[in-house]
């Protein structure tokens, strides 16, 4: 149920808890209008719904073992966070939240990271997004610090009519290893068939290159490295603890590390690398089948600050990640890992490919919200002196985004 009142300036500054605003109040439980659609919460029976909705949108089918992870069995809510629109008994429209925490400076807030907002094609441009978002906030509006999201370019112009603001790009990086896989995707059946020979031998040269690239560039020697499938935690938890990042991010603790990586459409394995029976580096990778292609991801990598040792087996364990992927038709890595490391090993931020089986990229958004406490009531854009909207204040991971 819904009782919490939502504040929305509908001017162009930022979203206060009083002051001259327009107040949209929206009452417990659902609305009803006179078009026959329903907003409401969530209920357990709407799962079957949700997915039909979103393979209905996306064209991606998932299962509910997938809903599962992703919504039912977050570590830090109760229940789903979701909102949801309904016609004649059937779910037009929803918008769920993941919840999340974050850290910034000394203090660990709760967040909400809006995803999967969909609306069926047959019911848009009806008002629903404005008044599935205002019962969202209602419901959902003082339950955390902040909301931070990764909106594609149709979503972000709706976002911003609530008062998200821009924080800005996150570029990812690529290592196209069979152009073949990838380019299918891009180009219609003709070209396609036409292209094959030449993509047979770009693929090969591709792939010998790439090996080339390997064996020349791998360090001579490097630290133990140590494999395990799926999420190593002690040693993830050991390097967070001894290097937490110095700038906005989300906190490696048990809880989001059990979750987050425990993605049924993931291979997931930690790379560890220990000198003298310590840890001082790890990654975290996960490999995935998604529109007829394998994508390994580079999803979470942290090494001890401020140790060049350290520094450098980061390289080995990143050599280590790409041989045992050589099978895949695309490495990521995130757009911030080392540069010098991306140019070595034959890496290109996707700002200078575009390939339909390659995401774009992506544009962090944030929008303050108005909890009980007063958190953020003086300065809603700023928290213990850190700047929401500032770029360089954030380190987004892989594990971060919005992630199928």
């Keep these: 149920m819904c009782s919490r009142s939502v504040f929305r300036d509908t001017r162009s500054g930022p979203p206060t808890c009083n002051g001259s605003i327009t107040r949209v109040l929206l009452g417990a439980g659902s609305i009803m209008s006179s078009d ?32 599962d992870w992703r919504f039912r069995d977050n570590p830090y809510r109760d229940g789903v966070q979701m909102v949801v629109a309904e016609h004649e008994d059937r779910l037009v429209g929803a918008e769920p939240l993941l919840p999340f925490r974050l850290r910034i400076g000394s203090r660990t807030v709760d967040a909400y990271q809006p995803v999967d907002w969909i609306v069926h094609p047959d019911h848009r441009r009806r008002g629903l997004f404005t008044r599935m978002t205002e019962h969202l906030l209602a419901c959902y509006g003082d339950d955390a610090a902040l909301l931070f999201n ?70 001579s020697d490097g630290p133990a490295v140590e494999t395990y499938a799926g999420v190593a935690t002690a040693p993830v938890e050991q390097l967070y603890s001894s290097s937490p990042p110095d700038r906005i991010h989300v906190p490696r603790d048990t809880s989001f590390l059990d979750w987050r990586f425990d993605n049924p459409r993931w291979t997931t394995t930690t790379y560890v690398a220990s000198r003298d029976g310590e840890p001082v580096a790890k990654l975290v990778a996960a490999s995935e089948y998604h529109g007829g292609s394998t994508a390994t991801m580079l999803l979470d990598v942290q090494h001890v600050a401020g140790t060049p040792a350290a520094s450098s087996a980061v390289e080995t364990l990143f050599v280590r990640l790409l041989r045992d992927n050589r099978g895949a038709d695309a490495v990521k890595v995130p757009g911030w890992f080392d540069p010098r490391l991306r140019r070595r090993y034959g890496f290109c931020n996707d700002t200078t490919i575009s390939l339909t089986s390659l995401p774009s990229v992506s544009t962090a958004a944030v929008r303050p919200l108005c909890p009980d406490s007063d958190l953020n009531a003086a300065a809603p854009w700023s928290i213990d002196g850190w700047d929401l909207t500032d770029a360089d204040n954030w380190l987004f991971t892989l594990a971060d985004l919005d992630i199928e």
Excluded at 47 to 66: C, E, I, T
Excluded at 180 to 190: H, I, P, V
């Design 36 to 67: 026959q659609y329903r907003i409401r919460p969530y209920e357990a029976a709407d799962r079957d719904g949700f997915l039909a909705l979103y393979d209905a949108v996306w064209g991606h089918a998932k299962g509910p073992g997938w809903f």
């Design 150 to 219: 990764f909106p594609n370019d149709a979503l972000l112009p709706g976002l911003k009519q609530f008062d998200w603001r821009e924080v800005g790009t996150i570029p990812t990086g690529y290592r196209v290893q069979n152009p073949r896989a990838l380019l299918a995707d891009s180009l219609d059946s003709t070209a396609s068939v036409a292209l094959q020979p030449a993509l047979t031998v770009a693929t090969g040269l591709t792939k010998q290159a790439l090996t080339l690239l390997d064996r020349v560039n791998a360090p």
